[in-house]
């Protein structure tokens, strides 16, 4: 496969993963209210989900590189559409747990794949793609949450909605395991391989006592935490906080995500004339500002202007700091980018417990400051980063 159909596949994989994420947390309300789950309980669930998933990346990540990139994608690939499937029928908690961990954690493995596949294509190609890609997802995540919406508002099951958006996860499956993935490993004395491979196992553990990686790695989790926090309850607030209906609610998710998207695929722009660190103090001062407004008000266009300022704060973080990580240390931008996705999803471990057992005690308006305050964290971080000269981005 040339470099350009491998970045329709890549815009492929990361469009499909955006489109059921997109779904899932539209319809995630729907579920927990059938199931008669209050946000601790929910928590708990998506704190199990959450520790599966970043289980999964420490310790199967590195497949992707034994024997071979496809065969791993095509096995995450049928995993996590067993779990998409798993919610769908799930009818008791303990089915919805068990559906929880296996789509969490399949969903970690295939973040990882698509990501990893993105390093060897920026290398493939010369070009910084990386910020197109996640607007993909992005974008993809509205149009999931704008479908989602819109059928159980037109009074389809939600059970349906789920399976529906295995259709466009088996063509992408399809296509991955007809078509064999360049590799772009194993060039002049072996820099460019992915952590996980014998020849680099022991310094990629080292990296993590780097300490200009932590820090970036830090800024990811944060940036993650605010990503996430938004995508699980985000919905439950518009619509069992505020009591607004599917479609309205479903549509303050997708201005979330596509502020992302717009957010995204300006990133590389604002990168390049601002450079990494001072876009990245931006980003944190949109996320503490946006979820401010939207917490502080009951009205549905503020709370989703809000949502617009967050999508657009959180939008450049994961790339740009991918980028960071790799420029870091350039001979092995694969190991580092493996460090900052698995600090980052260990952020994941916190959030839903945290925001969950606060919502609990003193309501889920004022647990989701937690974005806020992540935002604010963000930006102070930010202003530890090393200055950066920037390298041009694809047009």
Known sequence: MGVGGLLALELSAFGVFGLAVGCYTVLLADLSRTLGLSPGPLGVALFLGATASVAGVATLGWAFDRPSGRSYLTLVFCCWGTGIAGLAFAGS????????????????????????????????????????LHAAYSGGAVAGAVVAGALVSAGADYRLVYLSFLVPLAGLTGAVALFRLPEARGQGDGAFLRSGTTEDSGGRWGLYSSAPLLLVGAVFALGGLAEGEMESWGGIYLRDSLGLGA???????????????????????????????????????????????????????????????????????????????????????????????????GTFLLGPTLVGGLAEL??????????AVAGLASCALSYGLKEDREKPVAS
Not at 105 to 122: F, K, M, Q, R, S
């Open 93 to 132: 908690y303990p089915s919805f747990v068990a559906a929880q961990i296996l789509f969490s954690a399949a969903g970690g493995l295939y973040d990882v794949g698509i990501n990893a596949v993105a390093v060897d294509l920026e290398r493939l190609s010369g070009r910084r793609l990386m910020s197109y």
């Open 247 to 345: 479609l309205v609610g479903g549509s303050g998710v997708a201005a979330f995500y596509a502020a992302m998207t717009v957010g995204r695929l300006g990133a590389g722009w604002a990168a390049a004339h601002a450079g990494n660190r001072r876009t990245l103090i931006a980003a944190g001062l949109l996320v503490a500002l946006g979820m401010t407004l939207a917490l502080a008000t009951g009205l549905p266009a503020l709370a989703v202007g809000g949502f617009l300022l967050v999508g657009l704060g959180v939008a450049g973080v994961a790339p740009l700091t991918y980028s960071a990580a790799g420029d870091l240390v350039p001979e092995r931008a694969g190991a580092a980018v493996s460090v900052v996705t698995t600090l980052g999803y």
């Open 362 to 371: 003193v309501g889920l308006r004022i647990a989701l400051g937690v974005i």
